[in-house]
Nanobody, 123 residues
Framework: QVQLVESGGGLVQTGGSLRLSCAASGRTVSGYAMGWFRQAPGKEREFVAAISWLAGRLYYADSVKGRFTISRDNAKNTVDLQMNNLKPEDTAAYYC????????????????WGQGTQVTVSS
């Protein structure tokens, strides 16, 4: 089993920045891609960003491209999401996930999920 714990959420004004972190423990996430997803109240979960195991490939949703940056430190078993120029529509619970499926933007390709951290962007 892999346990994922997110941190770094909070309340920020429009245009502000937050950095989310996800720490993995238990079974190693070696070989796993890591992703961030979000879910706003009343909406379906959506893909935000993902990074391949060796960090050679980065994937972003169009809505966050140019504003968010995903990175990982395999030695520390962590993955971060730097979020800049935040907008009210970024308000959601953000979830970290680990998986080794092919369709890296699809939530069903991920085997392990964190409990989520809330991000609220005020206008």
């Amino acid at each position: 089993q892999v346990q994922l714990v997110e941190s770094g959420g909070g309340l920020v004004q429009t245009g502000g920045s937050l950095r989310l972190s996800c720490a993995a423990s238990g079974r190693t996430v070696s070989g796993y891609a890591m992703g961030w997803f979000r879910q706003a109240p009343g909406k379906e979960r959506e893909f935000v960003a993902a990074i391949s195991w060796l960090a050679g490939r980065l994937y972003y949703a169009d809505s966050v491209k140019g504003r968010f940056t995903i990175s990982r430190d395999n030695a520390k078993n962590t993955v971060d999401l730097q979020m800049n120029n935040l907008k009210p529509e970024d308000t959601a619970a953000y979830y970290c996930a680990a998986g080794n499926g092919i369709r890296i933007r699809a939530g069903d390709q991920y085997d392990y999920w964190g409990q989520g951290t809330q991000v609220t962007v005020s206008s």
